[in-house]
């Protein structure tokens, strides 16, 4: 399978540990993206990577929340520090420059 | 205020109904405009641009109002497989493929 993957694909945990997901793009992507969506939301944009630069953060990524992109491959978001409110499916997606996201499957965190 | 709107349905339309969506968007400077489709627990996945023109493909067409800020999606002659959610997305950006900003979602159930 070639598409985006994510790993883990479900994790619960209990409040106040810490969590990591990791995300492998398709492999000639240069641009990666990671979102969160809730039950009856649509999903919300948290950051983004052009090869290993961080560009863009939004507000929702507290500083509990880090991701990184050490080589311009893999992905990994941690959460620090979980709260039962962080409970959501975490999307990654890839693309390359100016051209369609693709999204994996989720990793869907619930926290106790 | 959300910057996208959409009517949450749920729609429960009949096989080979007509069945509309809309959606607003609040940003005037929003230049890239999208519908997804999410099937339940699924990833989000591209249905297609909307253009100023107004677009077709097969039995679904967009269109674009950039004066109202509205979106639409008409769905003709629908079939089972086409329940599912429907994003609608906004873009910033020209060429549109980075800080994609969804909608809630409008559910669609189509039944026998």
């Known amino acids: 399978d070639t598409g985006v993957s994510q790993d883990p694909r479900h994790k619960i945990t209990k409040r106040g540990q810490n969590v990591t997901f990791r995300c492998d793009p398709i492999?000639?992507?240069?641009?990666l993206y990671w979102y969160r969506q809730t039950l009856g939301q649509g999903p919300e944009f948290l950051t983004y990577?052009?090869?290993?630069?961080?560009?863009?953060k939004s507000r929702l990524l507290s500083d509990r929340f880090s991701a990184e992109r050490p080589k311009g491959s893999f992905s990994t978001l941690e959460i620090q520090r979980t709260e039962q409110g962080d409970s959501a499916m975490y999307l990654c997606?890839?693309?390359?420059?100016?051209?369609?996201?693709?999204f994996g499957e989720g990793s869907r965190l619930t926290v106790l | 205020r959300k910057e996208v709107e959409q009517d949450p349905g749920p729609f429960n339309v009949p096989e080979g109904a007509t069945v509309a969506f809309n959606c607003t968007y609040s940003?005037?400077?929003?230049?890239?405009f999208f519908w997804y489709r999410q099937d339940c627990r699924k990833e989000p996945k591209l249905l297609m641009s909307?253009?100023?023109s107004g677009n077709e493909d097969g039995r679904f067409t967009a269109q674009l109002n950039r004066a109202s800020q509205y979106i639409s999606l008409l769905i003709r002659d629908s079939k089972l497989s086409d329940s599912a959610t429907y994003l609608c997305?906004?873009?910033?950006?020209?060429?549109?493929?980075?800080?994609?900003?969804f909608g809630a979602g409008t559910r669609l159930a189509v039944h026998p």
């Open positions: 940003n005037s400077a929003s230049q890239s």
């Open positions: 909307v253009y100023s």
């Open positions: 997606a890839s693309s390359l420059t100016f051209s369609e996201l693709f």
């Open positions: 997305v906004v873009s910033p950006l020209s060429g549109g493929y980075n800080k994609l900003i």
């Open positions: 492999s000639e992507h240069n641009r």
């Open positions: 990577f052009q090869n290993e630069a961080q560009l863009e």
